[in-house]
C-alpha cells in the first residue's frame, strides 16, 4: 500500500518514524530514505540504534531554491534509483522522506515516479512524506493524511530547537 502525509503543519516525517519504529516492532526491517536533506538530524541517530533500520539520508544540506539545480537532480535520481534497487530486498517498511517536496520541485519525472510507486505498492507497504504531495501522488496512494497548521511556534519568532525539530 502507499501512504501518503503531508500538508503544512509539523509532524509528517515524525509520523513516517513513527511508523517505522512501529515495524521495527513487529520484528521487521524498513529502509528510510530522505530526499532533500543533507544533514542528520536527531531521529535519524535514533533509528540507527537499530539493526533492522537502513537509512540513506541524501540531498544537500540547505534549503533548495526555486530553481532547482542539476546537482538536486542528481541526488534525486540516485536516491529513487536506490530505492528502486532495494525493492526487490525484505523490508517491510519502505520511506521515502520529503519525495512530495522532490516531485514539487520537479527533480524527478512524474511518469516515471508513479509508475514505480504504483507497481511497487501493489506488493509493498511504502511511505512518502512531504508538504505539497502532488495530486498524482495522492491518487496512487490508498491513504492520504495532511497534516494542517493551526498555528506553529516559529511564528512567534521561537527558533527551531534541538530535539524538537531536528
Ligand atoms: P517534523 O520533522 O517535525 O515531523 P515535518 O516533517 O512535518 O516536521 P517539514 O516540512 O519536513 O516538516 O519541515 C522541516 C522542518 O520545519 C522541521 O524542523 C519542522 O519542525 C519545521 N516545520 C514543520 N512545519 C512547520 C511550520 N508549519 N512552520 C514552521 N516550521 C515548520
Ligand atoms: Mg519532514
Sequence with gaps: MLFCITGNGKGKTTSAIGMAVRMIGYGKKVLFIQFMKGQEYSEIS???RFPEAEIHVMGRPG???RNAEEEDKKAAREAFDLFISKLDEDFGLFILDELNVAMFYELLPMDEVVSVLKEASETRDIVVTGRYAPQEIQDVAKMV?????VKHHYQEGIPAKKGIEF
Design 46 to 48: 535514533a533509528l540507527k
Design 63 to 65: 534549503f533548495i531554491k
Design 145 to 149: 493524511s495532511e497534516i494542517k497548521e
